[in-house]
Each structure stands twice: as C-alpha cells, then as structure tokens.
C-alpha cells in the first residue's frame, strides 16, 4: 500500500461531510395573512432563517420580539418580506406592532 491510499481511502468521507454543512441552512416561510402569522408557529434548527411575507391586499404588519430589546422589521407592506437567520436556540415570541392581537413563536433547535 503506497502512502497516499489513506488520503484517497477518506476523500469521499471528507466529501460528504462538506456537502452536509453546505447544505445544513435552510429557510422556513411563515405568510402573514387574515391579521395572523401562518403558521403560528415554527421549529427550525440553529443557522436557518425564517422569512415572513405580507399576503394582505391593503395593510401593513411588522415582527416584533420584544424580548430582544425590540427587535423589529421594517413595516411589511403587501408582498413585501423579512428575513432572519436564528443562530442561538430557544424560544423567540413575536407579534406585529400595529396589531399586538398577533401573536407567533420561533422555536429554534439545535
């Protein structure tokens, strides 16, 4: 056996596990429409991203979490969208500023 069979021999492992964490992030939609987040709520695992669309034909909606010291979006106007990556896990509670009625939860794993 020549020295370099060894480097050969754990190529394809070495392959695969870059193709696994290249592929690892994923994003989840969450629509917001009929003044509720759908769905209310989402599991993801830590590094995916979830993006909220308005599907409403007339009115604005934000996400808020407000345990984060106020994290917001911008204010979503119809077919506009937000996107956040989730890189720590835990529960994250939002809601709309304009509509606190409107409540949804991102449960991020590890």
């Known amino acids: 056996m020549f020295a370099g069979w060894k480097i050969l021999k754990r190529a394809p492992a070495v392959l ?10 994923e994003t989840v939609s969450v629509d917001i429409q009929g003044y509720k987040y759908v769905p209310t709520e989402v599991t993801v695992r830590v590094g995916d991203t979830v993006k909220w669309t308005n599907r409403e034909k007339r009115t604005s909606h934000s996400v ?3 345990a984060e010291n106020g994290l ?4 979503l106007f ?18 709309c500023t304009p509509h606190p009625e409107m409540k949804g939860v991102v449960i991020v794993g590890e």
């Open 64 to 66: 808020l979490f407000p």
């Open 78 to 95: 119809p077919d506009e969208s937000w996107e956040r990556r989730f890189t720590k896990p835990g529960r994250y509670d939002y809601t």
């Open 16 to 25: 695969a596990l870059v193709s696994f964490v290249a592929g690892a992030d």
């Open 72 to 75: 917001e979006s911008e204010r």
